[in-house]
């Protein structure tokens, strides 16, 4: 039987190798099996590292009995939800729902400027979506959450992580929280020995509100690829410098201000990318990384020729406190 406990055992040994990720995902599989037996399991998949490590182990217990939910709402890093699709839907032939809730997500947030409104604009709807999609299904008598310790610690209560507002009140499912117990490093040991993407598993911190809170001011739907591109590029140059797991967190914040830039021989207006790059232990504070300026020559040559709408690049050199990690 899968007990739910608020706190980690003083005996439970760190999960720092693949044999004790291979212990424990057997100990879940079982666990997970005794508590579901042959009921159906619904888990909101958004592609980050819990909720993906999450989906693999289920599937592994349990198989086409969980279905997963996955809702693009425009605002994700460009590849993201492709991925999801590939390995989920193709790779690991899970029960994959996916919802493209691109223009429901982008029409809301038209002419919304203000960053707290936006965040509970697209809070609010995501948990629309998802309420909307669960309510077509049938059977489903458990819930999957991508909990995991640090959640616990950082709520109020053993229960305050654990309200997922939205959902019908008469489907009365059940919560199943394998990683509850484990710290971040631990989910990702875990999510390698499952064989899922390096990418995937290494997947840097992502605000909910995704790009929604990279894209300053009002979203408009051409700054917003143009900040999907910048940020892409940023991300596989880092890749190629070898600076992946070295820097903690690094992308892209475009703003709803222009400037004068020069382009075959004309004037015309574009938009800067804001460079952010930081290392933290915690998040609480967070110190700038030192890049080389090779590296930042290079990155903003690509920007600036491959993006369409970015006339300059600039480095955000703030560390935290006094700026915070994101800049809405």
Known sequence: MCVLTDKRPETMERI?????????????????????GDKKVLLALSGGVDSSVVAALLIKAIGKQLICVHVNHGLMRKGESEQV?????????????YIDATDRFLDLLA?????????????????????????????????????????????????????????PEDMQMELVEPVRLLYKDEVRVVGEAL??????????????PGLGVRCLGAITR??????????????????????????????????????????DGKRYEGWPAIIRAVNTTDAMSATIEELPYPLLHRITDRITHEVEGINRVLYDLTPKPIGTIEWE
Not at 112 to 122: D, G, L, M, Q
Not at 135 to 140: F, N, Q, R
Not at 242 to 249: D, H, I, R, S, T
């Open 16 to 36: 720092t190798t693949p044999e004790l990720a291979e212990k424990f995902i057997a100990e879940q599989v079982e666990a997970i099996r005794a508590q579901v």
């Open 85 to 97: 699709i590939e390995v989920f839907g193709k790779e690991l032939d899970a029960n994959l729902i």
């Open 111 to 167: 002419g919304v400027s203000e960053p707290e409104k936006k965040r509970k604009i697209i809070g609010g709807e995501f948990i629309k979506v998802f309420d909307e999609e669960s309510a077509k299904l049938e059977g489903i008598s458990f819930l999957a959450q991508g909990t995991i310790y640090p959640d616990i610690l950082e709520s109020d209560g053993v229960k305050a992580h654990h309200n997922v507002g939205g959902l």
């Open 195 to 208: 064989g899922l993407p390096w990418g995937m598993v290494y997947r840097q911190p992502f605000p909910g």
């Open 222 to 263: 051409d700054r917003l690829h143009a900040l999907r591109e910048a940020d892409a590029i940023l991300r596989e140059e880092f890749e190629q410098a070898g600076l992946v797991g070295k820097v903690w967190q690094y992308f892209i914040a475009v703003p709803d201000t222009k400037s004068v830039g020069v382009k």
